[in-house]
Nanobody, 123 residues
Framework: QVQLVESGGGLVQAGGSLRLSCAASGRTFSLYAMGWFRQAPGKEREFVAAINWSGESTYYLDSVKGRFTISRDNAKNTMYLQMNSLKPEDTAVYYC????????????????WGQGTQVTVSS
């Protein structure tokens, strides 16, 4: 099982930027598609972005397209989420996990979640 540690969150004003990191343990990180998910207060966790095992293909929630960029460095067992032009509605706890296609969307089939990293965007 891949262990995951998210970092890089913080408090930022609307229009600002943050870069999240996801450090994974284990030698199988490069075998998996990975994704970022987020959960806002009182809401269900939702898919944000995914990247295939090689990093060649990326997928985004419509509301973050053009603002967020997902990337990975398999040599470092690390995935990133560059978030620009942040909006108050991006406020949530952000989690990384393995990702799988489900219909037209993305889910994780893992029961394990890290502690997440809090992103707060003030207006």
């Amino acid at each position: 099982q891949v262990q995951l540690v998210e970092s890089g969150g913080g408090l930022v004003q609307a229009g600002g930027s943050l870069r999240l990191s996801c450090a994974a343990s284990g030698r199988t990180f490069s075998l998996y598609a990975m994704g970022w998910f987020r959960q806002a207060p009182g809401k269900e966790r939702e898919f944000v972005a995914a990247i295939n095992w090689s990093g060649e293909s990326t997928y985004y929630l419509d509301s973050v397209k053009g603002r967020f960029t997902i990337s990975r460095d398999n040599a470092k067992n690390t995935m990133y989420l560059q978030m620009n032009s942040l909006k108050p509605e991006d406020t949530a706890v952000y989690y990384c996990n393995t990702a799988s296609r489900s219909g037209t969307g993305w889910i994780t089939r893992s029961d394990y979640w890290g502690q997440g990293t809090q992103v707060t965007v003030s207006s």
